[in-house]
């Protein structure tokens, strides 16, 4: 599968816009390469340097499995956010600490065998495991941002 974004290259700097020194808006995302056998789709957002260990910035479960863009990060139902690693529910933008290097903030896209179902509040490592049994292909598109 292939995830892209119109807003930033795999790679590049993700505008402020994005992020938490900007307006904290969720990034346009596109993909293609969905397999026809994918009953649901899930999206996560990690910054894998954070101080405390990866820190959990967006995830999105239960996608239509025909979904191929998201713009202004609301998801077509039946999708829900859930709780990311700020405690909220919805995209959590990029926001390192000052002074650190820029960090990176990968956007994994996952096509599932069947839809996740998971309560709002379930944990990050909970949604991973879930998203481990299911998963049947994955694209992944980074981004970088420091402050």
Same mark, same amino acid.
């Given at each position: ?13 993700i505008?402020?816009v ?5 307006r904290g808006l969720a990034p ?9 056998s994918a009953?649901? #789709? ?5 910054d894998?340097?954070?101080p405390?260990?990866?820190f ?5 479960v239960?996608?239509?499995p ?8 609301a998801?077509?139902?039946p999708?829900?956010? #859930?709780e990311?690693s700020?405690?909220e529910?919805?995209?959590g ?16 896209l ?6 996740l179902?998971?309560?709002a509040?379930?944990s990050?490592g909970?949604v991973?495991?879930?998203?481990g049994r ?14």
């Open positions: 599968m292939t995830l892209r974004s119109p807003a930033f290259a795999d790679g590049g700097t505008p402020i994005y992020t938490c020194a900007g346009p995302l596109r993909w293609s390469g969905v397999p026809a009953r649901a #789709l899930a999206l996560v957002m990690e894998p340097d954070a405390g260990g990866t959990v910035h967006w995830v999105l239960d996608l239509p025909r979904t191929a863009a998201l713009r202004g990060g998801p077509p139902p999708a829900r956010a #859930l990311n700020f405690g529910r919805g995209y933008g990029p926001c390192p600490p000052e002074g650190d290097r820029p960090h990176h903030y990968v956007f994994r996952y096509a599932l065998d069947a839809p179902r998971l309560a509040s379930t990050p909970d991973r495991a879930a998203i299911h998963a049947i292909a994955s694209g992944r598109l980074t981004g970088r941002f420091g402050r």
